[in-house]
């Protein structure tokens, strides 16, 4: 089993950048492909990206590709999303999730442990 904490949430104004991370405690943190989904009012979870187990596959939804970028850091168990170009529909609670898996998943079912999310406003 794996616990996820995120972080980093906050305001930010139309076309700046904030940079997420996600703590990981538990099982080894390299065994899980990594994710992060967003959640925002009204709306169903969706998929933002997810990075392998190793770090050297990425994918991104179409919404966020270009902008947003997925890292990983094995050794201190932790996960980030830097986001730029902020936009207004960008605002959302944004969660990590890990998967056994060595690839993830768009499917958010697929995904095992979840974080509690870090809510992120972006103004226009």
């Known amino acids: 089993q794996v616990q996820l904490v995120e972080s980093g949430g906050g305001l930010v104004q139309a076309g700046g950048s904030l940079r997420l991370s996600c703590a990981a405690s538990?099982?080894?943190?390299?065994?899980?492909?990594m994710g992060w989904f967003r959640q925002a009012p009204g709306k169903e979870r969706e998929f933002v990206g997810f990075?392998?187990?190793?770090?050297?596959?990425?994918y991104y939804a179409d919404s966020v590709k270009g902008r947003f970028t997925i890292s990983r850091d094995n050794a201190k168990n932790a996960l980030y999303l830097q986001m730029n170009s902020l936009e207004p529909e960008d605002t959302a609670v944004y969660y990590c999730?890990?998967?056994?898996?060595?690839?993830?998943?768009?499917?958010?079912?697929?995904?095992?442990?979840w974080g509690q999310g870090t809510q992120v406003t972006v103004s226009s």
């Open positions: 999730a890990a998967d056994p898996s060595p690839w993830g998943s768009t499917i958010k079912s697929d995904w095992d442990y």
């Open positions: 538990g099982r080894t943190f390299s065994s899980y492909a």
């Open positions: 990075i392998s187990r190793s770090g050297g596959l990425t």
